[in-house]
């Protein structure tokens, strides 16, 4: 299959995905609130788009999520430049990363998409050959599940995430979403939004979401710092493995009539406020208003292979290990949030 195409599933109790082999991205989510439809996620106005277009919206990124500064890192005695696409940095796997990347079906039902990638020895300079995996599964209670799984031919990194954004009122801003992150501590970064090394503290900051914040809130208090960036997209530690009753984020919506608790083992979570998306255009091909949607990206922390310091796995991946990570997003409509 050479161009791209659409695949729906849905679940017995009416969630209705759309997956394109394009970037294995998430297109559409379709949440039941109150007996109607609501689009719960931001897209491109065609599934070409998804090959082309900024913002990398609902895309599978990798090799490795975020940033890796400098565009390079040492392994094992070797250095390995790779492609750099933000400046001297690289992010999300590169210009040529996976969210370029037109993926084969392996398998399509009802309710599942089974995706597959083959990433060569040397792409954007990573070493080894990659054969990656992205299972898109729906099933009661309205629950989606996208599971990320990864075997190498050379010791190489390897950090995948779903760079899906979600607007649960199915439009206009995320200032009055209700934002909670289980992580008492956030990476701060320098204005190229590399992390600075530290791990500070969210207790008193902008970045505290220990407990349920409107977001539009948070935002003021960071502008009115004056620190850059000027928006939320930082990385949080998770201050433990997330449980069936302790999920790593929940949102609700603005009008509070929907609610979701995302799920998933990964040390780190990326939250992006959407502050450039006026560059990205929607499904009618006008810009995004800034905050229009909001990422949240559970991940290796960014960078991580500079820090050896940091309290996680170096986000390596060997030859006879295998890679995987699942991400489960959970809706809750109103009778139940």
């Known amino acids: 299959m050479n161009t791209p195409s659409l695949f729906r599933v849905q679940s017995q109790d009416g969630l209705h995905i759309a997956i394109t082999n394009a970037g294995a991205a998430w297109t559409s989510c379709l949440v039941p609130v109150n007996g109607t439809p609501r689009e719960v996620l931001l ?13 990398y919206l609902g895309a599978i990124v990798g090799r490795y999520a975020n940033r890796i500064a400098g565009a390079s890192f040492d392994l094992d005695g070797q250095h390995f430049q790779l492609a750099a696409n933000e400046g001297p ?43 990656v995996r992205a299972t898109y599964r729906v099933a009661p209670p309205l629950t989606v599940t996208v599971t990320l799984e990864a075997t190498t031919t050379a010791p190489t990194l390897c950090s995948l995430s779903s760079h899906a954004y979600f607007n649960l009122d199915g439009g206009g801003s995320i200032a009055n979403h209700r934002l909670q992150i289980a992580g008492s501590r956030y990476l701060p970064v320098r204005p190229d939004l590399i992390p600075t090394g530290e791990q500070a503290p969210v207790a008193g900051t902008p970045f505290d979401f220990l407990a349920p914040r409107r977001i539009g809130e948070a935002l003021d208090a960071l502008h009115a710092t004056g620190a850059r960036p000027a928006g939320h997209d930082h990385c949080w530690l998770l201050d433990a493995a997330p449980a069936i009753d302790r999920p790593a984020a929940t949102l609700q919506s603005g009008d509070r009539q929907l609610m979701l608790a ?64 699942t991400l489960t997003y959970r809706f809750l409509p109103a009778r139940a949030a």
Do not use: I, K
Not at 43 to 55: K, S
Not at 106 to 130: C, I, M, N, R, V
Not at 302 to 317: F, G, I
């Open 43 to 55: 897209g491109y106005q065609t599934t070409a788009d998804y090959l082309t277009q900024p913002g």
């Open 262 to 325: 995302l799920h998933s083992g990964a040390p780190g979570l990326q939250f992006y406020a959407g502050e450039f998306l006026p560059r990205t255009p929607d499904r009618h091909g006008r810009p995004y208003a800034a905050h229009a949607g909001l990422a949240l990206e559970p991940q290796a922390l960014p960078d991580s292979h500079h820090h050896p310091e940091w309290p996680q796995a170096n986000a390596v991946l060997r030859p006879g290990q295998t890679y995987r990570h």
């Open 89 to 131: 940095h690289q992010l999300h796997g590169g210009a040529g990363g996976f969210h370029r990347q037109l993926w084969s079906v392996a398998s399509h039902t009802d309710d599942q998409l089974d995706l597959t990638l083959t990433s060569p020895d040397g792409d954007q300079g990573f070493p080894g050959e990659l054969s």
